[in-house]
């Protein structure tokens, strides 16, 4: 069945209900509290697998899946779309048991300490070759976290060399292995994307298009220090990658679609001499895309960006409901309650907490 068009009025958008490509749920009791922000938006989600210990297996996948559902409201109708943590232990029998399941839906690559739990990560691309071949002989995509961690790279040139080092010799080995090149942040991955043969894909997030690294170091008052609720991995870039990055969505080119990589931490852990790497921005995620995409001149591409490209890539069907965003401003909460994994009570920061949006989404 075909989705009908988008509509507008100078004050509302309805589109598809939109799924997201890239989120971070955690568990246990940060689960609980995250998971209903991100059910209200969004009819599915790719959710990553870097828990401690990460989801390395079917079965792990599985009964994860399982906590999520048991964590949502209980009207909700959201499903979560599980992975798998590439390590260089991972085997091509695991690979077809996840395929086999249908239960797993992309496997993931994050260099060894590239971001958040990722110290099991892969040292060695090369080290993975059967899971690769496996991936590639089976159909289940690799979602890649696209930096290099060696320390002599400049932190804002991991995405550029990654793409030199590993993706194109990675691609050239499995032609045939659907990728998906998550929250690309640079000019670099943006041409890589676009001018690339075979079954590339990307996910970009709100925060990436709406902020550059200025954010990180000077408040909208001017004031210097660091913000460390602005602080992610890939790091925020110029204001030049930016821009890049606005004109890829607002091209309507299917090969980008939304991955919101919302990843929430306590205010504590991200207040600290080494503060997490990570923003919060399901709560407010779909009204930041809007956002985003009005300053590029491009609301009438944010469907095809949020609902359709996503699930077309992935092989799934599309969403039948529909949203509505009214244009009206509101203010994005300084705190949320929060309780960590051990039961202590705390707060979590949202990205942008305390500034003005320009859309907001209608129940």
Not at 64 to 83: C, H, K, N, Q, V
Not at 336 to 356: E, F, I, K, Q, Y
Request: proline share 6%; glycine share 6%.
């Amino acid at each position: 069945m075909t989705a009908p068009p988008a509509s507008s009025a100078s004050d509302t958008l309805t589109i598809t209900r939109p799924d997201d490509w890239h989120l971070h749920l955690r568990d246990g009791a940060m689960l609980a509290q995250v998971v209903a922000h991100t059910a209200r938006r969004f009819a599915r989600a790719i959710v990553m697998p870097n828990l401690q210990p990460p989801v390395t297996t079917t079965a792990q996948a599985a009964a994860y899946r399982d906590r999520i559902r048991a964590a949502l409201p209980g009207a909700a109708g959201f499903e979560p779309l599980m992975t798998l943590y590439l390590t260089e232990r991972t085997s091509a029998d695991e690979i077809a048991r996840a395929k086999a399941s249908g239960v797993i839906h992309g496997v993931k690559l994050y260099p060894a300490g590239a971001t958040t739990n990722s110290e099991s990560g892969v040292t060695a691309i090369e080290r993975c070759d059967a899971a690769l071949a496996a991936m590639q002989r089976h159909d289940l995509p690799l979602l890649v976290h696209g930096e290099v961690t060696q320390r002599e790279v400049d932190v804002f040139d991991r995405e550029r060399v990654f793409i030199e080092r590993v993706l194109i010799p990675l691609r050239a080995r499995y032609p045939a292995l659907r990728v998906v090149f998550e929250h690309i942040t640079t000019t670099d991955a943006v041409d890589y994307v676009r001018e690339a043969e075979g079954g590339i894909a990307a996910t970009i997030t709100a925060h990436h298009l709406l902020f550059n690294r200025n954010s990180l170091f000077i408040t909208e008052q001017g004031r210097a220090g660091l913000r460390p609720h602005y602080y992610c991995l890939p790091v925020l870039k110029r204001e030049a990658h930016r821009r890049a990055l606005l004109s890829a969505v607002a091209s309507g080119n299917p090969r980008y679609f939304l991955g919101t990589d919302s990843a929430p931490h306590a205010k504590s852990d991200k207040e600290n001499a080494c503060g997490c790497a990570g923003c919060f921005t399901a709560a407010s995620a779909l009204e930041m895309y809007a956002t985003a995409f009005e300053e590029a001149g491009a609301l009438d591409q944010l469907e095809g960006f949020a609902s359709f490209h996503g699930a077309d890539f992935y092989r799934l069907p599309r969403n039948r409901t529909r949203i509505t965003l009214a244009r009206r401003e509101w203010t994005v909460p300084e705190l949320l309650p929060w309780v960590d994994a051990n039961g202590a009570a705390g707060s979590l920061v949202p990205l942008a907490a305390g500034s003005t949006l320009r859309w907001q989404l209608v129940d």
